[in-house]
């Protein structure tokens, strides 16, 4: 059998499965063979007692199957960071309740060998049965290089063997050496130990085995641009905005259809049970969770052009670029890679600073993380977008709708940005810290690893609108009908149904709230719907969509334009949607978040601050933006 489990446990006959470690830096190619092998996705579980992750699966090998481990990515075994600590630790056997590996697998891009050579050189000291796999060779071939992987073999004293993961090349050959890892060869050399030696003693491998590597001139020529202070600035921000404009445009089709299908399911259930039981079905659960899962087009979507644009090393690029903004606030190019995962999520975001060395900027960074504009805003900001901000072309390709998106993010990341210098100046000052970054070449992405990315968002997704967010709908669906009211005599239907659930255990608690929110122009509808979203920032969707559900049988944003209070007024004027939409800017609506960050800092202190200190901002933000817009229109 052929797989990747939880645990990473693998049940054979004999009494113990053989262990390898896979090693490798950042961009190496470590995980793409690590899939490959293992035939299936790997799970993710944390080492115990830290919050470091592993990764862990079976592969089929010739004679049966062998255990591989999944390290984090390291440029170096002497530890800067967490991750690179735990890398460390594991190799070494000195984690609790952690078998150390049988044996090493080293992987290396073959067209930077150089510096990989370095870390091959650590593994080697460590005296246990090692073996090299080059990645990339396809790339070396097609800059008119080669590389000698018998010479290079004879010259490290281990086994060497060559692939071209995105195409399977190679595969066989590796299957091999892990039938049997404990014969690999533990090597007899000392390696070198200085600086100096160590430079001599890479040098001499690669003249060895190496020849003739040209210089990648097409790289070079693309990053004289979009490594340039100016030009490539102006890239960059012309990516993002073509990204959010396409996120607008290319997934209306499908959102509509999905809308509409939602809709219609929502009636029919509703019909078809009947009674108490049909309207919980109909407007609770169906029309609830798929008032979220109507985004899903517009979230694969997002991950699969940030996929794309990572795969092909244009996001290592922008890391560099960012590096000298990012440091104008503290922080550094590692601090930009952690902020660009948080617009997946803030909980990938603030568990990629485990790369950042140092600790103060660790802790910058992860309290800045929340305000990048995750995934989770998406719903939010594309209902009132679309409800409220009318579509027309502005220039080109690019409308209002899409714009406005654009101006949400930046927003987000500038105030990230700002928040993070403001604690790096104060509470966090701390000396600059030399950083490496490593700028892979430019690579055609691979179809597999696209894929397993946009599933990876699409999934998560799906599982929260499965779980948080279905029961969250359900709970806030039961508190908006009980208790049971008689509502005055004269109202039409949705008019009843809607005193009904001012008048429910909800709709009281959102309307005792009314006096903090009024001056944001927010009712008690728009609060019931804030207090579910911190279980979940969808979940103010999917409420929403509860609360008018019976209100009629139009999609959403059109329900929200007609929306009125008892008074006949407009519940969504500009300046409320204004000011919901500076509020989910900065408000840390995720109680998720703040469990993690309190995780990851070891500290209630600072995810207390971080939550206060974004209320207060979202709340003064909120009411500036209120007060603005009121006075305009």
Request: proline fraction near 6%; include cysteine.
């Amino acid at each position: 059998m052929t797989g990747c489990h939880d645990d990473g446990a693998t049940v054979l006959t004999g009494d113990h499965t053989t262990s390898v470690a896979i090693i490798g830096s950042p961009n190496a190619g470590k995980t793409t063979l690590f899939n490959n092998l293992c035939g299936l996705r790997a799970k993710t579980a944390n080492y115990p007692g830290v919050t470091v992750s592993r990764r862990e699966g079976t592969a089929m090998v010739p004679g049966g199957e062998v255990t591989l481990v999944d390290l984090p990515g390291t440029y170096s075994l002497v530890p800067v960071s967490p991750d690179e600590e735990i890398v460390l630790e594991a190799l070494e056997g000195h984690v609790e309740g952690i078998e150390p590996p049988d044996a090493l697998m080293v992987v290396a891009d073959a067209t930077t060998l150089e510096r990989s050579l370095l870390l091959v050189s650590e593994v080697l000291a460590l005296e246990h049965p090692t073996a090299l796999v080059l990645t990339m060779m396809d790339e070396v071939a097609a800059r008119h290089g080669s590389v000698d992987t018998a010479a290079l073999s004879r010259a490290l004293g281990i086994p060497v063997v060559g692939v071209m993961g995105r195409h399977g090349i190679g595969l066989d050959e590796v299957r091999e050496l892990l039938a049997d890892p404990t014969v690999w060869s533990t090597p007899v050399l000392t390696p070198p130990t200085s600086g100096i030696e160590r430079s001599g003693w890479v040098a001499s491998v690669l003249e060895s085995a190496v020849s003739n590597l040209e210089v990648d001139r097409r790289t070079r020529r693309a990053d004289a641009v979009l490594l340039h202070p100016l030009w490539g600035t102006l890239v960059f921000l012309t990516a993002m905005l073509l990204v959010f404009q396409a996120v607008f445009t290319l997934a209306a089709p499908a959102m509509d259809f999905l809308g509409g299908l939602f809709d219609s399911l929502a009636g029919v259930v509703d019909t078809a049970v009947g009674g108490t039981l049909g309207s919980f079905l109909g407007e609770g659960i169906v029309a609830g969770v798929g008032g979220v899962l109507v985004f899903l087009p517009q979230i694969a979507l997002l991950f699969l052009l940030l996929a794309l644009l990572e795969k092909v090393g244009y996001l290592a690029r922008a890391s560099l670029l960012a590096d000298r903004v990012m440091g104008r606030f503290g922080l550094e190019g590692r601090s930009f890679v952690a902020m660009l995962s948080a617009f997946a999520c803030a909980i990938p975001g603030i568990m990629a600073t485990r790369t950042i060395p140092s600790e103060r900027r660790r802790l910058a960074t992860m309290m800045a993380a929340p305000l990048m504009t995750c995934s989770a805003r998406l719903p939010v900001y594309t209902l009132l977008i679309a409800a409220f901000v009318p579509q027309r072309s502005v220039f080109g390709p690019f409308g209002t709708q899409g714009l406005t998106m654009f101006g949400l993010y930046f927003l987000g990341a500038i105030s990230g940005l700002i928040y993070a210098g403001i604690l790096n100046a104060t509470a966090l000052r701390a000396p600059t810290a030399p950083v490496m970054m490593e700028l892979p070449p430019y690579r055609m992405p691979g179809f597999r690893s696209v894929l397993l990315y946009v599933w990876d968002g699409v999934w998560a997704f799906m599982r929260k609108a499965g779980t948080v967010i279905l029961l969250v709908t359900a709970a806030l669906w039961v508190l908006l009908n009980v208790p049971r009211v008689t509502p005055p005599e004269g109202l039409s239907e949705p008019e009843a149904a809607s005193y009904q659930m001012e008048h429910s255990v909800a709709g009281r608690v959102g309307s005792a709230l009314e006096p903090v929110f009024e001056p944001l122009g927010f009712n008690w509808q728009i609060n019931v719907a804030l207090i579910g979203s911190l279980a979940a920032r969808e979940v103010f969707v999917s409420t929403l969509a509860v609360t008018t559900a019976s209100q009629s049988e139009e999609a959403l944003p059109d329900r929200l334009q007609d929306l009125t209070d008892s008074n006949g007024d407009k519940v969504f004027t500009p300046a409320t949607v204004a000011a919901l939409l500076m509020f989910f800017v900065y408000a840390l609506q995720c109680l998720s978040t703040v469990v993690v960050l309190r995780r990851e800092s070891n500290s209630r202190k600072w995810p207390a601050v971080a939550f206060g200190s974004m209320f207060a901002i979202a709340y003064l933000a909120a009411l500036l933006a209120h007060t603005v817009v009121g006075a305009l229109t």
